[in-house]
């Protein structure tokens, strides 16, 4: 944390007059000492850091060194005609600083992944002597990422690989730093909240502070399914699935080839379920046009884009600007109460589809 802040200034006040009214003074100075780092820059993180920035987040430092001219789409931050020569974190944190000139916006350098810590197998990354000449850079970059995570309160990654997100969530655990990881694959979205085993927080009207346990992203998707009934959200199975995907190919799906292997994982584990007893059970628990665009819609939105195959199989969606909107939307007030410790943040899988449900989002904790 920032050292604590005396007052705020006239400047804070007259900016920030809206939001004192509705959470006081000591919700806003956490805001303003808190320090949020955000990893990828592609349309939902460019809506949190759009939304935590106006919000009054003291310092927020940004990750991807993309050139700008390959931005993703749904990162309205980047001004194209402006940003030759800079990267994407570069470009964004221009704007997001005209937006608030209040608070500190920082360039970290770094790709927009956690890649680093996927170590190959028989590298070891405490001192061992396996292939250690050929470990050097993979470990420094390791350890670069940790030191750099070391240094924020709370991280936000966006658009990462599953293996990816447990890899940080496990380093942020270990660190005792938040983590939010999210991404927008079409229709569809999710958020991962990950506060630690013990989160504190007070809510309006009462002084008596409550305590929150989190599960790791792990342990969320390796829950038992007797947890999951006919009320969850089909996205978690789906998600599952993806994750089984990964684990087992030590890379992401993506494209028609890995669509029908997914669909069978999320079948084997919706049948798991006691509510998906028949076969109708198991459509409304996971439907198959459902698991479908997730993948292929992934796929489009991964580093590199969708290949010429995908594109033309399918026509991925990538990252629809309403659900980039809806979900940052949710995910940055979500950050504003971790940081803040104030009001109940959500407990950690937030799913959301308009193919499902009505196109409500739903919080799930396993």
Same mark, same amino acid.
């Given at each position: 944390?920032?050292?604590?802040?005396?007052?705020?200034?006239?400047?804070?006040?007259?900016?920030?007059?809206?939001?004192?009214?509705?959470?006081?003074?000591?919700?806003?100075?956490?805001?303003?000492?808190?320090?949020?780092?955000?990893? !990828?820059? !592609?349309?939902?993180?460019?809506?949190?850091?759009?939304?935590?920035?106006?919000?009054?987040?003291?310092?927020?430092?940004?990750?991807?060194?993309?050139? *700008? /001219? /390959?931005?993703?789409?749904?990162?309205?931050?980047? #001004?194209?005609?402006?940003?030759?020569?800079?990267?994407?974190?570069?470009?964004?944190?221009?704007?997001?600083?005209?937006?608030?000139?209040?608070?500190?916006?920082?360039?970290?350098?770094?790709?927009?992944?956690?890649? %680093?810590?996927? @170590?190959?197998?028989?590298?070891?990354?405490?001192?061992?002597?396996?292939?250690?000449?050929?470990?050097?850079?993979? &470990?420094?970059? %390791? #350890?670069? @990422?940790?030191?750099?995570?070391?240094?924020?309160?709370?991280? +936000?990654?966006?658009?990462?690989?599953?293996?990816?997100?447990?890899?940080?969530?496990?380093?942020?655990?270990?660190?005792?730093?938040?983590?939010?990881?999210?991404?927008?694959?079409?229709?569809?979205?999710?958020?991962?909240?990950?506060?630690?085993?013990?989160?504190?927080?007070?809510?309006?009207?009462?002084?008596?502070?409550?305590? +929150?346990?989190?599960?790791?992203?792990?342990? $969320?998707?390796?829950?038992? @399914?007797?947890?999951?009934?006919?009320?969850?959200?089909?996205?978690?199975?789906?998600?599952?699935?993806?994750?089984?995907?990964?684990?087992?190919?030590?890379?992401? $799906?993506?494209?028609?080839?890995?669509?029908?292997?997914?669909?069978?994982? $999320?079948?084997?584990?919706?049948?798991?379920? =006691?509510?998906?007893?028949?076969?109708?059970?198991?459509?409304?628990?996971?439907?198959?046009?459902?698991?479908?665009?997730?993948?292929?819609?992934?796929?489009?939105?991964? =580093?590199?884009?969708?290949?010429?195959?995908?594109?033309?199989? *399918?026509?991925?969606?990538?990252? @629809?600007? =309403?659900?980039?909107?809806?979900?940052?939307? +949710?995910?940055?007030?979500?950050?504003?109460?971790?940081?803040?410790?104030?009001?109940?943040?959500?407990?950690?899988?937030?799913?959301?589809?308009? &193919?499902?449900?009505?196109? &409500?989002?739903?919080?799930?904790?396993?």
């Amino acid at each position: 944390m920032s050292p604590v802040l005396d007052a705020l200034t006239e400047d804070h006040a007259a900016v920030y007059d809206r939001q004192l009214r509705v959470w006081g003074v000591e919700v806003q100075r956490r805001l303003i000492e808190a320090k949020v780092l955000i990893i !990828g820059l !592609g349309g939902l993180a460019a809506e949190i850091a759009k939304n935590i920035v106006l919000a009054g987040v003291g310092t927020v430092a940004l990750v991807d060194d993309t050139a *700008a /001219s /390959s931005v993703a789409p749904g990162n309205f931050l980047v #001004e194209l005609d402006s940003a030759t020569g800079k990267s994407v974190a570069e470009a964004s944190a221009v704007t997001l600083q005209a937006m608030n000139p209040l608070i500190a916006v920082r360039v970290e350098r770094g790709p927009p992944s956690a890649s %680093a810590l996927l @170590l190959p197998d028989g590298l070891q990354p405490e001192g061992g002597a396996a292939d250690q000449v050929s470990a050097s850079p993979v &470990l420094t970059a %390791a #350890e670069d @990422l940790r030191s750099l995570v070391s240094r924020y309160d709370t991280v +936000v990654a966006c658009g990462l690989p599953l293996r990816e997100v447990a890899a940080l969530d496990d380093l942020c655990r270990q660190l005792s730093k938040q983590l939010f990881a999210g991404e927008v694959r079409g229709a569809s979205s999710f958020a991962f909240v990950d506060l630690g085993p013990r989160h504190v927080y007070t809510v309006q009207g009462d002084p008596e502070e409550k305590v +929150v346990e989190y599960r790791s992203f792990r342990d $969320a998707m390796k829950t038992d @399914l007797k947890a999951v009934n006919k009320r969850t959200h089909p996205l978690y199975l789906a998600l599952r699935a993806c994750w089984e995907f990964e684990e087992a190919h030590c890379r992401s $799906a993506g494209g028609p080839a890995d669509v029908a292997e997914v669909q069978d994982v $999320a079948q084997r584990l919706a049948s798991a379920v =006691p509510a998906g007893n028949t076969a109708a059970a198991m459509k409304a628990l996971i439907p198959e046009a459902l698991v479908e665009g997730f993948v292929l819609d992934g796929a489009a939105v991964a =580093p590199g884009g969708a290949s010429d195959l995908v594109q033309e199989a *399918a026509q991925p969606l990538g990252e @629809l600007a =309403p659900v980039c909107a809806v979900v940052g939307g +949710v995910v940055a007030n979500n950050v504003l109460r971790a940081v803040s410790h104030f009001n109940p943040p959500l407990r950690n899988l937030f799913c959301y589809s308009y &193919l499902v449900r009505d196109g &409500l989002g739903v919080e799930e904790c396993f």
